[in-house]
């Protein structure tokens, strides 16, 4: 008698990588916009980052019917934050609420693999990285989705500090300027859409500052 | 109205066919300062007195953004008004989640409503004592409603509620029929008029009124103090008990509302 199998999952991966990297006053969150199932694709032009507050968004990657509920949930609780506080959610305040969100599914997940950027109550950028169910760390750049694994060696390659035997490494908000930033950004999704199947059709790019939110949008591999 | 036997329950009727704890219950709503709603095609004002129960103390929030499309002013126990307007907050959260669309006033008040209506049928209940000016644009364009504690809801052009209300309705009555094709501004003069009708000689300044605006292409939002004060000003809505001032004979708008004293609303229509 052989253990029984599921023969249905509730969960699927529909791909894609998320990245977000924190500068002295700006934010930078990245996402590509293909959303595939198996080695099929659902559509060129999904969008994975939303945003939560005025100085907060969230990109995510893993499966999007997970995703789209967590986000509607956020901006509810956001909602009544406002009705309560009259004011917006700070970053970090919002980083705290995802992480309570996420662990109270702690025994049926949300398959969302979170990275939340933005400005922090002083206006420096703030990254905050996520697993599934709920840890997480504030850091300095962080990488989420199919590509992370190709990605985040390279982001430490650029980013940490020069010398590994300085110990204790910092990855804390990095020396680059806003455009240098975005640069990074554009080679390293330039990169990982090389290798990995999942990454590509288009990068979207938001950066968060003191003067507001902007979008911009780079062409990738399509294959 | 009289005590008598039959209003110690609010599950008690009375041989005429009454329920007098739901009737005081609109008696409270008498007791609380003045709030006045009025709407035209496009947009819905919400306008109220705010009376600080002593200089030393704020005074209490009696307008509430419900949501970017619907917001209520309150009179009567403005404790009651908060747990409402938060159930109302919630409502709409949980049909704007669940439908990706914002809801319908008509249906927000029917709601409320039927919650009003429990507590008049339950012995452990009492009823809310508030009555509440519901603003909202939706679909089908923009609504007044107010609903009181009795379960009963109705929709207007143009109410006001609480103390002294008679002095705002008087002068609405008088004004409703433009209200219509009124543009925002003409809408929120006629607000911060009917608020000074309720004042009766005491001086109209943004201190003691708040005002609020919801319309198509503007979400529900309150003035701020200084907007308010400077349409006051601009309406030239201060009643001046001395001879008007020299400098005020290049204003515009009209010298016979400023100096019109109260005693004679009513009598000589005022021609605005």
Known sequence: MTKQQANWSPYDNNGGSCVAIAGADYCVIAADTRMSTGYNILTRECSKITKLADKCMMASSGFQADVKALQKLLAARHLIYQHQHNKQM?????????????????????????????????????????????????????????????????????????????????????????????????????????????????????????????????????? | MFRNQYDTDVTTWSPAGRLFQVEYAMEAVKQGSAAIGLR???????????????????????????????????????????????????????YNFTYESPLPVGRLVVQLADKAQVCTQRSWKRPYGVGLLVAGLDESGAHLYYNCPSGNYFEYQAFAIGSRSQAAKTYLERRFENFMGSSREDLIKDALISVRETLQGEKLKSS?????????????????????????????????????????????????????????????????
Request: hydrophobic share 40%; glycine share 6%.
């Open chain 2, 40 to 94: 035209s095609k496009t947009h819905v004002i919400l306008a109220c007195v705010n009376k600080a129960s002593s200089e030393l103390s704020s005074h209490q929030k009696k307008i509430f953004k419900v949501d970017d499309h619907i917001g209520v002013a309150i009179a009567g126990l403005t404790a009651d008004g908060r747990v409402l307007s938060r159930y109302m907050r919630n409502e709409c959260i949980n």
């Open chain 1, 90 to 223: 700070s970053c970090p305040a919002m980083a705290q609420l995802l992480s309570n969100t996420l662990y109270y599914k702690r025994f049926f997940p949300y398959y969302s693999f979170n990275v939340l950027g933005g400005l922090d109550s002083e206006g420096k950028g703030c990254v905050y990285t996520y697993d599934a169910v709920g840890s997480y760390e504030r850091v300095g750049y962080s990488s989420q989705g199919s590509g992370s694994t190709l990605i985040m060696p390279f982001l430490d390659n650029q980013l940490k500090s020069p010398s590994p035997l300085l110990l204790p490494a910092q990855d804390a908000v990095t020396p680059l300027s806003e455009s240098e930033a975005v640069d990074l950004v554009k080679t390293v999704f330039a990169s990982a859409t090389e290798r990995d199947i999942y990454t590509g059709d288009k990068l979207e790019i938001v950066v968060v500052n003191a003067e507001g939110i902007r979008s911009e949008y780079m062409d990738l591999r399509k294959d």
């Open chain 2, 208 to 272: 003691i009124c708040t005002v609020a605006v919801v319309g198509v292409g503007e979400a529900f939002h309150i003035l701020d103090q200084e907007t308010v004060q400077q349409l006051i000003d601009s309406f030239e809505l201060v009643r001046e008990d001395e001879p008007p001032a020299p400098e005020a004979g290049d204003a515009v708008a009209d010298q016979s509302e400023a100096s019109a004293p109260v005693a004679e609303e009513g009598a000589a229509p005022m021609d605005i």
